[in-house]
């Protein structure tokens, strides 16, 4: 794989025309899932990712959350789960729950240049701008 390949983008998703995020990591949510699984490491647990539908990246989908319990399975016989409770719901939907809870949303960042203020054209600043 090279470092400019599109396999890790959503192919469902529309074209990116080859755009990728300054702040991109590859394989990120896959290193998280390990690693939190590895802390419960013997007991076992849950873990949740916050996905969420219409995501640009292939470790945001559900293939990946169903290939990354089987690779849980293997490691752990069933003892750690991984959720992602809000992979269905459209980033729009969820932060308007957010906000009639009272949720502090503007205190959250997600850039991915890592800028301040936002940088305002990575997928993260779009995506945010578009909820
Ligand atoms: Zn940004």
């Known amino acids: 794989m090279t470092s400019t390949s599109h396999t890790a983008i959503n192919p469902a998703t529309p074209p990116l025309n080859g755009y990728r995020a300054p702040g991109y990591v ?57 959720a992602a409770p809000l992979i269905d719901r459209p980033q729009a939907q969820v932060v308007a729950e957010l906000r009639r809870e009272g949720f502090p949303i503007a205190l959250t960042y997600s850039c991915e240049a890592g800028t301040t203020p936002a940088c305002g054209v990575c997928l993260s600043c779009r995506d945010r701008s578009a909820a």
Do not use: K, S
């Open 26 to 82: 590859q394989g990120r949510n896959a290193l998280l899932v390990q690693t939190g699984a590895a802390v419960f490491e013997p007991r076992g647990g849950l873990l949740a990712l916050g996905l969420i539908a219409g995501a640009h990246y292939v470790d945001c989908t559900p293939a990946f959350v169903v290939t990354a319990q089987r690779v849980l399975d293997l490691y752990f016989d069933g003892r750690v789960q991984l």
